[in-house]
């Protein structure tokens, strides 16, 4: 009798533990299908998160880049996480500022738009640059600046159209771009 007690206990103990949600950085390494050399930032959202990382792929010319890209993780620590999407990612190259913007749609298991969640990030370039302004539906705001060992990066939800940097020299702010 106490060995079935035993036994109904850790099937219970087994399937509860196999119910837990998955955790992101399970997600991160085996749902997102690119290299995800490091991840920059996780902005929280409505239903999920915002995930700012790097890829490391191959570019025509055969050598391999650094691209910064984004990807809307669903969900929580509690329940678990899944990659929403959608999975791809720009390069480009510039001088002071390379800006990307990226919206992400959620509907529900009948089609139903949940959730839109536009996003603008990108990573400076330029040293100089101390402050990211983004600009469009919301009016004029500040971008949120992320510095790690590999550079510096800017990400702000919301529907805006572009980003520049601006320089502050104790005397004022002069526009890079």
Known sequence: MKQKWIV?????????????GVPMSQVIEKEIPFNVKEVIHTEKVKDGVILLYVTRQK???????????VAFLKGNDRDGWENAGHNHWDYGEGEQL??????????????????????????IEDSKINIIEVVGNEGLERANMIEKDSGRYFIKVGDYEFARGLSGNGKGI????
Do not use: H, Q
Request: a negative charge.
């Open 8 to 20: 109904a206990l850790l099937t219970v103990v087994l399937l509860l533990s196999a119910c837990r």
């Open 59 to 69: 570019s025509e010319k055969k050598e391999e880049i650094d691209a910064v890209t």
């Open 98 to 123: 390379t800006i990307f913007k990226n919206v992400f749609y959620d509907y529900n298991g009948i089609g139903d738009l949940e959730n839109r969640i536009p996003v603008i990030y990108g990573k």
């Open 174 to 177: 002069e526009l890079l771009k």
